[in-house]
C-alpha cells in the first residue's frame, strides 16, 4: 500500500493548490491560535473553497472549548478532526465525525494501550515530545519507539526531505505529516521543498 501525505499548517489558499496539485492526498487547517500556523475560520472558508474532490481537509485542535470545535465543523469544509491535546476518547467521539488522536512519544509511552483506550480513532499520530509544546516541534522522535498496533499510524514529527524516505523504510506508516520541513517560514510553504518531499514518498 502506497504511503499518503498529508501538508499541514496550510495558511494560504496558493499553497493548498499547489500541494493538492504535486500530489497531497490531505490538508491541515490549524485552529490552535498560540501557533504560528494558526487561521480563523474566515481565512479557512477561503482556502478550502471549491478545492477539488478525494482530498481531505484535516482541522487541527488542541483541548478546544467543543463549542468552537462545532462552529469549526458548521463553517468550514472540514474532513477529519485532529486532536492533539489531552482530549479524552468521549470527548473524539462527540462530533460525530472521523478523527485522529496524536500522541506526543515519550519515554514509557503505552501505544497498544492508547490504541484500545482511542479505538474509535481512524488512526493514531505520532508526533514528537517536547514539554509545553503540542506539536509543531520540528524535531524528529527515536522511530524505534514505535510498537506495531491494530491501527493505522501516521507519521510526524521532524520530517524532511532528507529523512523521509528513511523514515517510511523503517516504520511503514499508513501517510506521513509534514509541516514545517516544507516551510520557507513559519505557514508558508515551500513549492520547492513540498514537491520534493512528495517525491521521495512516491520514491520511497
Not at 491560535?33 to 478525494?54: D, G, H, K, M, Y
Not at 511503514?172 to 514518498?201: C, H, L, M, R
Request: charged share 20%; hydrophobic share 40%.
Amino acid at each position: 500500500m502506497r504511503t499518503r501525505v498529508k501538508i499541514c499548517g496550510i495558511t494560504r489558499r496558493q499553497d493548498a493548490e499547489f500541494a493538492i496539485e504535486i500530489g497531497a492526498d490531505a490538508l491541515g487547517l490549524v485552529f490552535y491560535s498560540p501557533s504560528p500556523r494558526a487561521v480563523t475560520i474566515a481565512q479557512a472558508q477561503q482556502i478550502v473553497e471549491n478545492l477539488p474532490p478525494f482530498i481531505s481537509i484535516v482541522a487541527l485542535f488542541v483541548d478546544a472549548e467543543p463549542e468552537y470545535v462545532h462552529a469549526c465543523l458548521n463553517a468550514v469544509r472540514i474532513d477529519v478532526l485532529q486532536f492533539h491535546g489531552d482530549e479524552s476518547p468521549d470527548y473524539c467521539e462527540q462530533f460525530d465525525r472521523p478523527y485522529l488522536k496524536a500522541i506526543r512519544m515519550r519515554d514509557g509511552v503505552d501505544l497498544v494501550g492508547l490504541s484500545t483506550n482511542y479505538k474509535s480513532a481512524t488512526a493514531l499520530l505520532l508526533d514528537s515530545y517536547q514539554p509545553g509544546i503540542p506539536g509543531g516541534t520540528g524535531q524528529a522522535f527515536d522511530w524505534s519507539m514505535i510498537k506495531q498496533i491494530n491501527k493505522p499510524i501516521i507519521l510526524a514529527g521532524g520530517l524532511t526531505v532528507e529523512n523521509v524516505a528513511e523514515a517510511i523504510k523503517q516504520v511503514n506508516p499508513y501517510a506521513v505529516d509534514v509541516s514545517g520541513g516544507v516551510e520557507q517560514s513559519k505557514g508558508i510553504k515551500d513549492k520547492q521543498k513540498v514537491s520534493a518531499f512528495i517525491q521521495e514518498v512516491v520514491n520511497g
